[in-house]
């Protein structure tokens, strides 16, 4: 498995940006397909956006389409999230997570997917 590392969250006013980081270390990064999620206070862990080994196809929740951006560097074994126009409606725990040889097609990759998950990094909207 790949060790993930996120970094990058904190308090934001609602219109700022915040721009997140996960390093990986262990395995081949480039054999991963990476997701960010995010779990809010009481609610479950949903997908935010993907995107598949070479960084070519990406995918996105409804909700941060537009204002979100998912992107990746091979030779730095790194995926970042850049989030603007931040909403109160963002705030939660943002996790990375590593899915091996995944390959995004038509249908949304659930949790069960992604078998490596960093241990999360709190991003807080205040309005």
């Known amino acids: 498995q790949v060790q993930l590392v996120e970094s990058g969250g904190g308090l934001v006013q609602a219109g700022g940006s915040l721009r997140l980081s996960c390093a990986a270390s262990?395995?081949?990064?480039?054999?991963?397909?990476m997701g960010w999620f995010r779990q809010a206070p009481g609610k479950e862990r949903d997908l935010v956006a993907a995107?598949?080994?070479?960084?070519?196809?990406?995918l996105y929740a409804d909700s941060v389409k537009g204002r979100f951006t998912i992107s990746r560097d091979n030779a730095k074994n790194t995926v970042y999230l850049q989030m603007n126009t931040l909403k109160p409606e963002d705030t939660a725990a943002y996790y990375c997570?590593?899915?091996?040889?995944?390959?995004?097609?038509?249908?949304?990759?659930?949790?069960?997917?992604?078998?490596?998950w960093g241990q999360g990094t709190q991003v807080t909207v205040s309005s």
């Open positions: 997570a590593a899915a091996h040889l995944l390959v995004l097609g038509t249908t949304t990759p659930s949790e069960a997917d992604f078998g490596s």
């Open positions: 262990g395995r081949t990064f480039s054999n991963y397909a």
């Open positions: 995107i598949s080994w070479t960084g070519v196809y990406t």
